[in-house]
């Protein structure tokens, strides 16, 4: 059975193993920097900010995630989406957005906003399903990147 829960302490390695892995599934893994220093910081970037990070079991196994930062009073946005290359296609990732969603709502957030890699053409899908519109490109490092945008009701 899959659940969701709210990210604990005691997930840091698995999150950051799953982080990792996933990333380089797609090809999309720069290594350790900068640009990940939130997922090693899980409480002050999201939990401590106005924001949240999720958790997907399947019987007890970790296999997906997904969080929301603030950005600006009105902004959030969704980081971090990962589910195991084993568990792909089964709609964890569809759970995980879902209740992303719903608590940017509950949270006083107006707009969400995401990037992913050009490469990611299940993430693409999956955002633009969930109403996201793309906004524009951008480069960061080896990677190309997708920028969506979604105004939430």
């Known amino acids: 059975m899959f659940t969701l829960r709210r990210y604990t302490p005691a997930d840091r390695e698995a999150v ?3 982080h990792v892995h996933a990333m380089q599934q797609t090809g999309a893994y720069l290594g350790r920097g900068p640009w990940d220093d939130d997922v090693y910081a899980i409480e002050e970037s999201y939990l ?6 999720l958790i997907g079991e399947l ?3 970790f296999v997906a995630m997904g969080a929301l930062r603030r950005t600006t009073p009105e902004r959030a946005e969704i980081k971090r989406m990962r589910v195991l290359p084993d568990y792909q296609g089964r709609g964890f990732g569809q759970i995980i957005l879902t209740e992303l969603e719903s608590r940017a709502r509950e949270l006083g957030y107006k707009t969400l906003h995401l990037d992913t890699g050009v490469v ?9 399903k969930n109403g ?3 906004v524009s490109t951008d480069h960061f490092g080896a990677v190309d990147v997708i920028l ?3 105004q939430l009701e």
């Open 16 to 18: 950051e193993h799953l």
């Open 48 to 53: 401590n900010n106005q924001g949240e990070f």
């Open 59 to 61: 019987d007890s196994v």
């Open 120 to 128: 990611q053409v299940p993430a693409q899908k999956l955002y633009e």
């Open 132 to 134: 996201y519109r793309r």
């Open 148 to 150: 969506y945008e979604k």
